[in-house]
């Protein structure tokens, strides 16, 4: 069985930090492209910051690029997103995600999040005063 569990949400000031961690279990963690995407209520799930683990190709999406960092660790299979210098916008339930059908970052960020194989229950982030 194929696990994703999610950690590091919770609450911050804007301006504040958080990292998150996404574990992965039950497939070749080098054979994956990874990413992070989030959902706001009432708005459509969206792509934030992709990886190609094998290469280490990354995506960002405009709003992450400078603010958000995507990074893999091959020794506990994880992934992980440093989130800098947060929006009030940022508040969202971040999910990752996971495929072993798309070669690069910018294909798992563009794919419909239907389509896409593995998913994580989510972690909440709240972003206000």
């Known amino acids: 069985e194929v696990r994703l569990v999610e950690s590091g949400g919770g609450s911050v000031q804007p301006g504040g930090s958080l990292t998150l961690s996404c574990v992965i279990s039950g497939f070749p963690f080098e054979k994956l492209t990874v990413g992070w995407f989030r959902q706001a209520p009432g708005k459509e799930r969206e792509a934030v910051a992709c990886i190609a683990i094998s290469g280490g190709e990354k995506w960002y999406s405009n709003s992450a690029r400078g603010r958000l960092t995507i990074s893999s660790d091959k020794t506990t299979n994880s992934v992980t997103l440093q989130m800098n210098n947060l929006d009030p916008d940022d508040t969202a339930s971040y999910y990752c995600?996971?495929?072993?059908?798309?070669?690069?970052?910018?294909?798992?960020?563009?794919?419909?999040?239907?389509?896409?194989?593995?998913w994580g229950l989510g972690t909440q982030v709240i972003v206000s005063s």
């Open positions: 995600a996971a495929d072993g059908n798309y070669d690069s970052a910018l294909g798992l960020a563009l794919v419909h999040p239907k389509w896409v194989s593995y």
